[in-house]
């Protein structure tokens, strides 16, 4: 059990900036997976935490203890790889057991430990075997179970799932959760897909370009993003947005022939603004023709099994709707929809930040609030 | 399907491999078969066709002393060197390989040695490591003949071999590092992970995992020390095979009888025993020290 503080940390390779100044607090025991687009910086910092890279600035403290200068096996981190690095040339067994035989546990007590271990992920009958001689999943266990018999304060992942088939992603994901509740030690788990960060943050850190881009709770982040850049990564398929003007005296905004209706004291706010206005595809209401709704003609369909989605063009510009089984339409209908005022967001068109409103009032339950004051955001 | 340029007619390639063909005739084919047939006849002193002796040559060799003191020799020097060269070849890869500052001006310095033609690098060692100048005469100025090659037959053989150490601990180090720079990134640090120090992960994953150049290399650097160019020109250059046959390999031996004692038919029953001996050593490479490789 540790926590984990991430101070002002910078990376740079040569001259080229990879972190721009992080600032985050993990704390003890809780879950935090990164989520960002590739080559946003996550590996990097994660294995700047693993001690695996060098900090250009900044520091790292965990359980206290600012390690910038330590060994990674001074740090109690263990960590997962996306290609496992598994030692080809040791047995199953041999994997497992390596952290023991290097710390130097006498040859009965790390077989016990090999043995209790390899039970935990399910590999006791393939201690023998070589890597070689195991499937990705099975590859994949004893990169887990190599991690747990160490009994870290910390554990790293690095996209540990992505080499996986879609099915077996599922259920590891499951596993690693379990995993946890069972031995509660702090755990980063970096990946850049969106449904395992949603299913297994306690606490989601979205990253892009060498930036934190927001943190908070998986729903908070989903109901209240604070960036279009985390409003359009975050959500499948991606949130719409437009471009659009605040009316005031309508209290409204004008979208797709038709005027959309936003709380009036939020309008006199940002009277004659530009703004960039967001909505998530399952947050459409179908109306009835002629009611004055938004006009979107449907381009194409792409059926999912439980539901479709249909993307269209409104105003010439793409923007995609969910529809539930019961809603058939084709390609080149047009639909008409209403935007419910309490789903839409509103982002700076500058900055991209997200502008507060009162009527899309905060979503997250008030436990998140604790873990959203330690966030700093960025520097 | 791939596209093949094939030839219509019969003789345009022969044509083509001809220069080729010309090459190894003259200078593989002829003198093995002339080798062969030399270790079995004698030339009668006074001319006329040569006579079959059947194994009369290889006899002779067998019982002159100092034929055996050249295998012994040989022996030394073909397994001392190589594993020297291999050893500290492997030292500097993998310090190399760690990619500190400055590792690619090293890595250039390292590999020069190779560069250098095993006489000329023997002729600067007999200079660097003669007995009356520098730190050697300062020795031996301390304890009198404690380094004396031109005396003793053991000082002039570890001086032949540690100047074959010398230029060929450039050759393994570039075979090793390449071998190194193909072992993945993630399982050096996985296992930093686990707790090992850079000499731990060297000794337990990166050398297991460059067990098959290791093998390649104790293969190649044995036969070298055995036969190559650079273990006769070494002796040759430096000490000629003494003081008192202490360095006389067996390929300066097989030169000398040749071409200075003119005995053609010894020398030829020499060289394939030699082969013979070279034969024997990669089969029980390849039979026992290859099932040990692993190549996954
Ligand atoms: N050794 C390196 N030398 C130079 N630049 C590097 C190095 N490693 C990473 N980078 C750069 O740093 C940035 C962040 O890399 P990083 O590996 O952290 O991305 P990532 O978020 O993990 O992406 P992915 O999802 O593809 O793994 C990238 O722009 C990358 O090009
Ligand atoms: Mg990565």
Known sequence: MADIAIRAVRKSYGKTPALHGVDLFFASGEFVVILGPSGCGKSTLLRMIAGLEDITGGEIAIDGRVVNRLEPRERGCAMVFQNYALYPHMSVAGNIGYALKVSGVPKAERERRIAETAKIVGLQDYLARRPAALSGGQRQRVAMARAIIREPKVFLFDEPLSNLDAKLRISMRAEIRKLHQRLSATSVFVTHDQVEAMTLADRLVVMNRGHVEQVGRPLEIYHRPASTFVASFIGAPAMNLVRSRVEVESAGIRFGGAMVAIDPAFAAKLRGQDVTVGIRPEHCCLAAPGDGGVEARVDFIEELGVGRVAYCEVDGLPFAISLDDHTVVAAGDSLFLTLPSEHLHFFDIESGRRIETDAAAPVAAPAASQHSEQTMGVH | ?296
């Open chain 2, 1 to 296: 399907m791939e596209k093949r340029a094939v030839f219509k007619s019969w003789w345009l390639p022969i044509v083509f491999a001809l220069p080729q063909l010309l090459l190894i005739l003259c200078f593989f084919y002829w003198p093995v078969a002339a080798v062969v047939n030399w270790a079995f006849t004698l030339e009668p002193p006074f001319g006329g066709p040569a006579e079959f002796v059947g194994f009369a040559n290889f006899q002779e060799a067998f019982a002159d002393p100092f034929y055996w003191n050249s295998v012994v020799v040989s022996l030394i020097f073909a397994i001392v060197g190589p594993l020297f060269a291999i050893s500290i070849g492997l030292v500097l890869a993998i310090a190399v390989d760690r990619q500190l500052p400055g590792s690619g001006f090293f890595r250039f310095l390292y590999i020069l040695p190779y560069a250098i033609a095993g006489p000329a690098a023997g002729m600067a060692f007999r200079f660097i490591l003669s007995p009356e100048r520098g730190l050697a005469a300062s020795l031996n100025a301390m304890w009198p003949d404690i380094w004396n090659p031109a005396k003793y037959g053991e000082h002039a053989l570890a001086l032949v071999i540690i100047i074959f150490i010398w230029k060929w601990s450039g050759y393994t180090f570039i075979f090793l590092l390449a071998g190194l720079q193909s072992v993945p990134r993630a399982l050096g640090e996985a296992a930093a992970m686990d707790g090992a120090g850079p000499f731990r992960r060297a000794i337990d994953v990166q050398v297991p995992l460059l067990a098959p150049t290791l093998f390649f290399l104790l293969v190649t650097m044995m036969t070298e020390g055995f036969v190559g160019a650079d273990t006769f020109g070494i002796v040759h250059a430096v000490t000629e095979g003494g003081p008192n046959h202490g360095t006389e390999v067996m390929v300066y031996r097989i030169v000398d009888e040749a071409f200075k004692g003119l005995n053609y038919s010894g020398a030829s029953a020499q060289s394939i025993i030699l082969i013979g001996l070279i034969m024997i050593f990669t089969f029980i490479q390849f039979r026992f020290v290859e099932k040990r490789v692993h190549y996954k």
